[in-house]
């Protein structure tokens, strides 16, 4: 790490080492000075996005280090010349904030749930602490978490990471509990030691929740810290530390039992070949993002603008401004979120009240009254009953009470549903008071039940009042439905995180089984509502609200929509894999609302999504029969716009890391260039020749990388203004030299 960092090029290169020497730096970051064009300070408001910094921090506990031998017996080749901040000044911070109070009051992640559990018994380290820069996906910084994820290693590893970052103006912070870390962060700088403070302090921060984290969060509010709204993020989903953990996680149990400085080492030397895998890599990723930008920009700006051009100007007009508003405003966000919608809708019980309120007004005017159970009450009676029939009644002394209720409510029923006995025979239908048969299977005969000529059996009214009730059962459903699907997923995430062995996993399991069951309830309850309402409405514009819920309209709003199988589609089924769903006559006789296994061939980005329709369905007001969909028109609108801004965002942010890549690629190869003559040899020709050789080979490699890229981002460079394109940079005399150079010291 030494030879390739270039120290043995400098006299005394490894006494003058200073902290982080030996990391690969990730060449698309903002690195003023190096890689950023003359004048960027001064870039129009619009473009600032494209200087940003963009990091994020997240912590593995699958990195944890048991206590095995010590520092004065195992310090470690270079503890802090890597990726890890030096131990002495990062410990004593630690000791000093040991009795910070994390508990999270938003979200239970495993960020927070292991700090003080068993876990931690006999470990000098419970895991590990990272920044990673979000756009290149290098690893930045890494703290040792002596007892979960704290908030005092967090800040230090953060304040660490920026340090490098001195004249930046802005940068945004991803963090899965950002949401209660940044609020105080402030304060907390007022602590920070003189090492990790002197950057962080002169940079405008702005909070950031990774997107798969994001919907396990409260929802009220949180849209201030959603990637998908903020502006210049493009479409980053800053979910760099799983990607980053993934392969690393296997390096666990083989430091688990090492001493500090040889894990340190063994650390430093992986995360070093990740960062590099990326350097090398950026041309082919970034080529490849780039074409998927495109295709993806022409979708959202094209959808987005047929969005528009429906919609009234003044109300664009209007919803913009407060698009603009908001994004502009700083954290806290004060003014009118654009993306929130109020879920209030009339429930069954304010229906049923309303019902009541116009029964007494009824009777109050001397309407005729049958008996001192209202219609509308018969009506609810019914509903409840169905509602029973449903959750199923196995013990002996339950059917009895549900017997009981059943005969009452068909004494009810004869009088008001008269024409039934009639019906019954015409039909051959047997009467309902059968005692032989279990109540729970006893079909009740509402007016839903019975053809169109319906008036005639039941009592004026009360089919109408039947279907009042039958649209806020689906309303209600509707919320059930996605109500429990969060609650599920929420469960879910929490389990996969933190639940360790079988038994607890178990436990966990029969949890989530009883909440999926009640998400089947709430099915059942909208399909049999909606086919009454349907019965005795007919077909009409009441079906673009509530419309048909099928197997594939039930999914997590954290979920893409489910891809249909294909044999013969790429990318869906390869190798050995099964099918993602099966076409059987199974799954069309019972809904499947199993979410939470998700391949990660399906996709999970909000940027292209496609929600089901049941988080989309705007309720309709009982009142006046209307739409009140202005609120929900607006959020979709914004969010449509958002969807359109970030992904202009991404190609534009493509194209200037680009850009910044081959700047920073020609400043290393000046730095390699210069490195051949740095050094006082004393008058060792060979050491001179050899040294020179190898600051020329690392040069050239930095020179055919530069020339590579330059190759495969050909046309995304063609896109950018003339003065700020690179591809004239060639005429730089060190390059011409640096070739001359390698051919004569041979050194391919």
């Known amino acids: 790490m030494l030879k390739r960092a270039g120290r043995g090029h400098v006299d005394d290169g490894v006494a003058m080492m200073k902290a982080h020497d030996l990391a690969v730096l990730?060449?698309?970051?903002?690195?003023?000075?190096?890689?950023?064009?003359?004048?960027?300070?001064?870039?129009?408001?619009?473009?600032?996005?494209?200087?940003?910094?963009?990091?994020?921090?997240?912590?593995?506990?699958?990195?944890?280090?048991?206590?095995?031998?010590?520092?004065?017996?195992?310090?470690?080749?270079?503890?802090?010349?890597?990726?890890?901040?030096p131990w002495e000044s990062f410990d004593k911070y630690v000791l000093n904030h040991t009795l910070d109070d994390d508990i999270s009051t938003c979200v239970g992640f495993a960020a927070l749930a292991k700090a003080d559990t068993k876990f931690s018994k006999g470990m000098r380290y419970t895991g590990v602490g990272a920044v990673s820069c979000v756009r290149g996906e290098f690893l930045m910084r890494l703290v040792n978490l002596h007892k979960g994820e704290r908030y005092a290693p967090m800040d230090y590893v953060f304040?660490?990471?920026?340090?490098?970052?001195?004249?930046?103006?802005?940068?945004?912070?991803?963090?899965?509990?950002?949401?209660?870390?940044?609020?105080?962060?402030?304060?907390?700088?007022?602590?920070?030691?003189?090492?990790?403070?002197?950057?962080?302090?002169?940079?405008?921060?702005?909070?950031?929740?990774?997107?798969?984290?994001e919907p396990a969060h409260k929802q009220q509010n949180h849209q201030e810290f959603s990637c998908n709204y903020i502006k210049g993020m493009g479409r980053s989903d800053c979910e760099v530390p799983e990607r980053l953990w993934g392969p690393h996680n296997q390096l666990g149990n083989s430091t688990k039992t090492m001493g500090p400085g040889s894990r340190h080492d063994v650390l430093d030397d992986n995360f070093g070949f990740w960062n590099w895998q990326k350097y090398v890599g950026m041309g082919s990723t970034l080529s490849r993002k780039y074409m998927a930008a495109i295709k993806e920009q022409n979708v959202q700006v094209e959808g987005h603008r047929g969005f528009s051009a429906g919609l009234p100007e003044d109300l664009v007009s209007q919803w913009e401004k407060v698009c603009m508003e908001w994004e502009d405003d700083s954290f806290p966000k004060m003014v009118e979120n654009p993306f929130a919608v109020n879920e209030d809708y009339m429930s069954e019980a304010k229906v049923e009240k309303e019902l009541e309120a116009e029964e007494a007004e009824h009777r109050h005017v001397g309407g005729r009254v049958l008996h001192a159970t209202s219609a509308d009450k018969f009506i609810v009676l019914a509903l409840a009953l169905q509602e029973s029939q449903r959750k199923g009644t196995a013990i002996k002394e339950q059917r009895s009470v549900l017997k009981e209720k059943l005969r009452n409510w068909l004494v009810l029923q004869s009088i008001y549903m008269p024409g039934l006995v009639q019906y019954f025979t015409e039909i051959g239908e047997p009467p309902g008071d059968n005692d032989d048969e279990d109540p729970e299977v006893v079909k009740l005969w509402l007016p839903s039940d019975l053809p169109a000529e319906r008036q005639a059996i039941c009592m004026e009214g009360l089919p109408a009042i039947e279907e009042r009730l039958r649209a806020v059962q689906c309303l209600d459903a509707l919320n059930g439905i996605r109500h429990t699907l969060r609650l599920k997923t929420r469960m879910i995430h929490f389990r996969n995180k933190n639940m360790c062995g079988q038994r607890p996993s178990t436990r966990a399991r029969a949890v989530i089984d009883g909440v999926h069951q009640r998400a089947l309830t709430f099915t059942t309850k909208y399909c049999v509502a909606r086919a009454a309402k349907l019965q005795l409405l007919g077909p009409g514009e009441w079906e673009e609200t509530l419309q048909v819920l099928e197997n594939k309209d039930i999914w997590s709003y954290t979920d893409v929509e489910r891809k249909k199988w294909d044999p013969d589609r790429r990318g869906n089924?390869?190798?050995?894999?099964?099918?993602?769903?099966?076409?059987?006559?199974?799954?069309?006789?019972?809904?499947?609302?199993?979410?939470?296994?998700?391949?990660?061939?399906?996709?999970?980005?909000?940027?292209?999504?496609?929600?089901?329709?049941?988080?989309?369905?705007?309720?309709?007001?009982?009142?006046?029969?209307?739409?009140?969909?202005?609120?929900?028109?607006?959020?979709?609108?914004?969010?449509?716009?958002?969807?359109?801004?970030?992904?202009?965002?991404?190609?534009?942010?493509?194209?200037?890391?680009?850009?910044?890549?081959?700047?920073?690629?020609?400043?290393?190869?000046?730095?390699?260039?210069?490195?051949?003559?740095?050094?006082?040899?004393?008058?060792?020709?060979?050491?001179?020749?050899?040294?020179?050789?190898?600051?020329?080979?690392?040069?050239?490699?930095?020179?055919?990388?530069?020339?590579?890229?330059?190759?495969?981002?050909?046309?995304?460079?063609?896109?950018?203004?003339?003065?700020?394109?690179?591809?004239?940079?060639?005429?730089?005399?060190?390059?011409?030299?640096?070739?001359?150079?390698?051919?004569?010291?041979?050194?391919t």
């Not at 903002?30 to 619009?46: K, T, V």
């Not at 403070?197 to 921060?205: C, G, M, P, R, W």
């Open 26 to 85: 990730c060449p698309s970051c903002p690195w003023p000075g190096i890689n950023l064009p003359d004048g960027w300070e001064n870039a129009p408001l619009e473009l600032r996005f494209l200087y940003i910094l963009i990091v994020c921090m997240d912590a593995n506990f699958c990195l944890k280090n048991q206590m095995v031998s010590s520092y004065s017996r195992d310090p470690g080749l270079g503890i802090g010349w890597g990726y890890f901040v």
């Open 159 to 213: 304040g660490s990471a920026l340090n490098d970052y001195a004249g930046l103006m802005y940068a945004i912070i991803s963090y899965d509990i950002a949401c209660q870390w940044f609020v105080n962060l402030g304060k907390c700088m007022t602590d920070w030691p003189a090492e990790i403070s002197s950057t962080a302090e002169s940079i405008v921060l702005t909070p950031a929740t990774p997107k798969f984290h």
């Open 573 to 747: 089924n390869e190798d050995d894999d099964e099918p993602v769903h099966a076409s059987d006559e199974e799954e069309e006789e019972e809904l499947n609302l199993e979410v939470d296994e998700r391949d990660p061939k399906d996709g999970m980005g909000e940027t292209r999504r496609t929600l089901s329709w049941i988080w989309r369905t705007m309720p309709v007001n009982i009142e006046d029969g209307t739409d009140q969909n202005e609120e929900i028109l607006r959020a979709e609108w914004c969010k449509s716009r958002a969807r359109a801004r970030r992904s202009t965002e991404e190609v534009l942010l493509l194209q200037e890391e680009m850009c910044c890549i081959l700047k920073f690629l020609t400043w290393k190869l000046d730095w390699w260039t210069d490195r051949q003559s740095r050094r006082d040899v004393g008058g060792d020709d060979g050491l001179g020749e050899g040294l020179a050789a190898f600051a020329l080979e690392q040069a050239k490699l930095q020179l055919a990388l530069k020339a590579k890229f330059k190759t495969l981002w050909k046309t995304p460079l063609q896109d950018i203004e003339p003065e700020s394109n690179i591809e004239n940079e060639d005429s730089d005399s060190s390059s011409d030299d640096l070739e001359d150079d390698v051919d004569k010291t041979d050194c």
